[in-house]
Nanobody, 124 residues
Framework: QLQVVESGGDLVQPGGSLRLSCAAS????????IGWFRQAPGKEREEVSC????????QYADSVKGRFTISRDIGKNTVYLQMNSLTPEDTAVYYC?????????????????WGKGTLVTVSS
């Protein structure tokens, strides 16, 4: 069964850090673009970051540039999202999604596999 599973969401204070993980099973991440998306209550889903198949290109939303870093460990078949300097505006359910042989993760509807999400809450 091909799937991705997110983990690492938690309650964190403003200014804090979290690392989210997206573990793939049933397929090899090397050939897939992996995107991180988030959806806050009452808001549209937005793409946060994307790493292309082959790992050549990493992209970030303007709202997270300089604070978030996407990376991958092929040996562990896992993609990470390191999130620093978190603000309450980062509060959302974070999803990862995979798409075969892609350079971008847009549009979201084109992604092949989605996880169920992990909740990140930034609050004092």
């Amino acid at each position: 069964q091909l799937q991705v599973v997110e983990s690492g969401g938690d309650l964190v204070q403003p200014g804090g850090s979290l690392r989210l993980s997206c573990a793939a099973s049933g397929f090899t991440l090397e050939n897939y673009a992996i995107g991180w998306f988030r959806q806050a209550p009452g808001k549209e889903r937005e793409e946060v970051s994307c790493i292309s198949s082959g790992g050549f290109i990493s992209q970030y939303a303007d709202s997270v540039k300089g604070r978030f870093t996407i990376s991958r460990d092929i040996g562990k078949n896992t993609v990470y999202l390191q999130m620093n300097s978190l603000t309450p505006e980062d509060t959302a359910v974070y999803y990862c999604a995979a798409a075969l042989r892609r350079y971008v993760c847009y549009p979201p509807e084109s992604m092949d596999y989605w996880g169920k999400g992990t909740l990140v809450t930034v609050s004092s």
